[in-house]
């Protein structure tokens, strides 16, 4: 019913940044926060950062000052600016929303991952 595809990934080195990038797509009627998360081998998935409809903002402490979360939502897009990269900031990055869809209740989506290496 509802797909999140994710893009912006890939390698860079540190202090370098990278635009991360995620659209929602499908049966929507309206989509209420949506997310970064991150998971790194061997650890669990963490949130990165949240943005609610009205754009208030939630971060890691891990990131303040380095990652920005924004939204379009008249595109459905939620995009994440990541600033003055660090190898400890590599992982799968997953996009996540709450949407609620035609004829459905409210669900939380994820999109596939997109991988973010670091190099020192």
């Known amino acids: 019913q509802v797909q999140l595809v994710e893009s912006g990934g890939g390698l860079v080195q540190a202090g370098k940044s990278l635009r991360l990038s995620c659209a929602a797509s499908?049966?929507?009627?309206?989509?209420?926060?949506m997310g970064w998360y991150r998971q790194a081998p061997g650890n669990e998935r963490e949130l990165v950062a949240s943005i609610t409809p009205g754009s208030s903002t939630n971060y890691a402490d891990s990131v303040k000052g380095r990652f920005t979360i924004s939204r379009d939502n008249a595109e459905n897009t939620v995009y994440l600016q990541m600033n003055s990269l660090k190898p400890e900031d590599t992982a799968v990055y997953y996009c996540?929303?709450?949407?609620?869809?035609?004829?459905?209740?409210?669900?939380?989506?994820w999109g596939q991952g997109t991988q973010v290496t670091v190099s020192s």
């Open positions: 499908g049966s929507i009627v309206s989509i209420n926060a």
């Open positions: 996540s929303a709450t949407v609620v869809v035609s004829r459905g209740p409210m669900s939380r989506y």
